[in-house]
């Protein structure tokens, strides 16, 4: 997860697969740097591990 206005990487996992658990694994990671302000905005591709729905409940 990269912050769009600093370019900061906030966020990151690897595996050797890319299912939605990986983008999940990123999350508290990015939430932890303590730069996200309220209401901040995710922006993805729409790949379908952004858009599913175990990912949307996770956020």
């Known amino acids: 997860m990269i912050d769009c206005h600093s370019k900061a990487v906030l966020g990151w996992a690897a595996a050797d697969h890319y299912r939605t658990e990986l983008i999940k694994d990123a999350v508290p990671m990015a939430a932890g740097t303590g730069l996200l ?13 952004y858009t ?6 996770s956020l």
């Open 37 to 49: 302000q309220p209401g901040a905005v995710l922006h993805a591709d729409r790949g379908s591990n």
């Open 52 to 57: 599913s729905e175990e990912f949307g409940h």
